[in-house]
């Protein structure tokens, strides 16, 4: 009998760490071995002249989830993992969103019932808290953290979801107590409706004025805000979807005065602008993201955060709206751009844009892009060594790059439900054209093979940086981490 129920042969496996031309014995769903001429499995897929890379994990995507609009994205856990899979990810962190009045354990178990009988990737949740009630705070938190949901966003803005500073020390007390990860959409609230209404007053409603009403003076603000809050509470904290410098340049600040502040950046803010927005009638409105693409200065900036180890993690936020009246046009064809739901679908493309664009260029290297790909994100959420690395007892998640292999981004090509792809046209070398998910072949000759629910869900354990280092305790600095003393 084979020892292996599949043999990926003679391809170069990279690992955030490593690289050698050798082959990957899988059984059992796990890699248990690595070596130069295995014995024959009971399938083979030849890898020469490819790189074999652990699947991609997109740990910020919105799957069947009401968002900060009250509006749904258009794909649901089939269509969003679908296209994840033929992105080369193998694994796709949501979020189970809480909205106001809701109790945080029942979202969590209604999101869980979409996901069980559509996913095809594997997946963990992140959950949104908007309403942090002593209930939520005191029990359901505590109990979902130590149940594998140890990551929660919080936002700053949109009037549906914001937390005030106060209510997000109560959640960073939390995380604090409990060794779980809080992540931060950081824009100010108040500068941000401040100008939409004089936008607005004046008559300005085309999509291009998103963008103006996002500033990033507004970003950077509450960007600092966040990581003051951190700060004072003396515990890590993750900024998502970094779109500028200023922003950028604070969180870099924190990381240079040694604390725990990661970050977060997306396509969208390397390969598009502003200008996208600016496109005629409400075409604009398929770039609208919050926070909104900036000028070609601020690309550079995130290619410089992504070299120099600033920001840790790249993820799609793919947040689909159709470009229709179930999402982007629901309040009709004279829509103001307050009244858009900001997202862009981005999880098929993810991967393929860092690898052309990041690997190819030279800016960053195979390795580092493994990291930003896969290994960072399981670490950082507590997947890691089960995710994220190509290595003994890992699940077998693996996706077979063609590194010369040059395609053109067109959405007829993906598998989204989104019906556009802000890519459109874009020309890309590289591509993940096999696809393995603990140890099934599940894309290969372009066509999906994987039963809808096939995909398992992930318990996380407590993230990396939660984990204490015994670096920057009260005790250290009685003065600075006050506000951790008062919840101890
Ligand atoms: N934040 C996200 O993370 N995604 C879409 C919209 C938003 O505000
Ligand atoms: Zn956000
Ligand atoms: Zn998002």
Redesign the pocket.
């Given at each position: 009998m084979a020892e292996f129920d599949l043999v990926v042969r003679g391809g170069t496996v990279v690992t955030a760490a490593d690289k050698a031309r050798c082959d990957v014995g899988i059984r059992d769903g796990r890699v248990v071995a690595l070596a130069e001429g295995l014995p024959k499995g009971k399938r083979e897929i030849d890898a020469t002249d490819r790189l074999v890379l652990p699947g991609g994990i997109d740990s910020?995507v919105?799957i069947e989830q009401k968002?900060?609009y009250g509006i749904t994205s258009s794909d649901d856990f089939f269509t969003g993992t679908r296209s994840a899979l033929f992105g080369g990810n193998t694994t796709v962190m949501p979020f189970a969103a809480q909205h106001k009045g809701q109790g945080l354990r029942q979202v969590v178990e209604a999101y869980r019932d979409l996901a069980t009988p559509k996913a095809v990737c594997d997946y963990a949740f992140h959950l949104i808290v908007s309403d942090p009630t002593e209930q939520v705070l005191g029990q359901e938190l505590p109990a979902l953290i130590k149940d594998g949901f140890t990551s929660f966003k919080v936002?700053m803005t949109?009037d549906l979801m914001k937390l005030d500073d106060g209510q997000m020390l109560d959640v960073l007390s939390v995380a604090r107590r409990e060794g779980a990860l809080v992540m931060v959409?950081a824009e100010n609230h108040e500068v941000i409706k401040w100008i939409t209404k004089r936008l607005l007053d004046r008559g300005h409603r085309a999509p291009k004025y998103h963008a103006i009403s996002h500033a990033r003076l507004a970003e950077g603000e509450a960007t600092h805000r966040a990581i003051v809050l951190s700060e004072l509470m003396d515990t890590p904290m993750l900024i998502?979807?970094v779109s500028a410098e200023l922003a950028m340049n604070a969180i870099r600040d924190a990381q240079t005065r040694g604390l725990k502040v990661y970050g977060e950046t997306c396509p969208q803010y390397l390969f598009l602008t502003a200008q996208d927005i600016d496109k005629p009638g409400l075409e604009g409105a398929k770039f609208c993201?919050?926070p909104p693409p900036r000028d070609e200065a601020s690309q550079e900036a995130m290619w410089r955060g992504l070299e120099n180890g600033t920001f840790q993690l790249f993820s799609s936020?793919h947040?689909p709206y159709r470009f229709d009246e179930t999402a982007k046009l629901s309040k009709g064809p004279n829509a103001h751009f307050r009244e858009i739901p900001?997202?862009m679908p981005g999880v098929e493309a993810r991967a393929a844009l860092l690898f052309s664009e990041g690997v190819r260029t030279g800016r960053i290297d195979i390795h580092r892009f493994v990291e930003l790909n896969s290994t960072n994100a399981a670490k950082i959420y507590g997947l890691f060594p089960r995710k994220g690395t190509i290595a003994i007892g890992s699940d077998a998640d693996i996706a077979i790059w063609e590194p010369d292999l040059e395609r053109t981004i067109t959405w007829d090509d993906l598998h989204d439900n989104v019906g556009y792809t802000p890519y459109e046209g874009k020309k890309v070398t590289g591509w993940p054209t096999i696809v393995i998910r603990r140890g099934e072949v599940v894309i290969e000759g372009g066509e999906l093979h994987a039963e809808r629910g096939s995909g398992a869900f992930l318990p996380c354990s407590t993230p990396e940086p939660a984990r204490p280092r015994g670096r920057f305790t009260p005790e250290m600095d009685p003065a600075r981490n006050f506000g951790a003393q008062l919840v101890e």
């Open positions: 910020h919105h968002g900060s936002f949109y959409h998502v979807h993201c919050s936020d947040a900001p997202g």
